[in-house]
């Protein structure tokens, strides 16, 4: 509640800024440290997942979360590698919470860098692009901001510095209001709650092009049953993309 307060007064201006540090003091979600919303301490003590398996059946251990062989000629996405547990990396998780329900977008600047960490010990082929997983207009205009995307140019910046993979946020539109995930129930219900909800913008033409053969890494915060990347990638796959990975914070 006080981050909100503190956080819809600065978005006006620095000097309001200014006064929202006075009224509302930044402080670590983790330990309480004054000055930074996730001090490094908490973010990179908060544990790593150790072990991958394939998204779909969630029964075979795979390298990075790669889809296993018997799922991937049923399936668009390539795997999900995600940094960390949403059960057990609680500094972590409550980071995302914060970002995404209390309006804290300075916290997908230490979560993209930690996910770049991470995701620098994989060995999935490196992107050609990295995708935002998109908001729809409504939900945008009603947070200010789209944490995948802000999460994605984070994770750009510290991934390669010297040389950062494009980050698109135009490739993918977003056209179903879909409930939030959490609330939808059943793997069948999220589903077809998703179907056609995403397509590449209406005059795709000049993308196309662009497409052909390419690997994308898709950025979402968490994935929970892995349904929103699987339709992206869906897309992204009829486009000409070769290769699609999910990339999360917390799955
Ligand atoms: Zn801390
Ligand atoms: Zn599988």
Redesign the pocket.
Known sequence: MIRTSRNRIAMLSPLREFFADLLFPRS?I??G?RDTY??D??LYGSPWKREHSCPFCESVLTPDGRTCFSCAPRHSLDGIFSASVFREATVVADAVHVLKYEYVPELAFPLGALLAKATAKTELPIADMIVPVPLHPWRLRFRGFNQSALLAESFAAAFMPDMPIPVRSDLLVRHRFTLPQARSHGAKERKANLKGAFSLPSDSRPFRKELKGKTIWLIDDVATTGATLEECAKVLKKSGVRHVFGIVVAR
Do not use: S
Request: hydrophobic residues 25%; contains cysteine.
């Open positions: 670590c983790g330990c440290k996730l001090c301490a908490c």
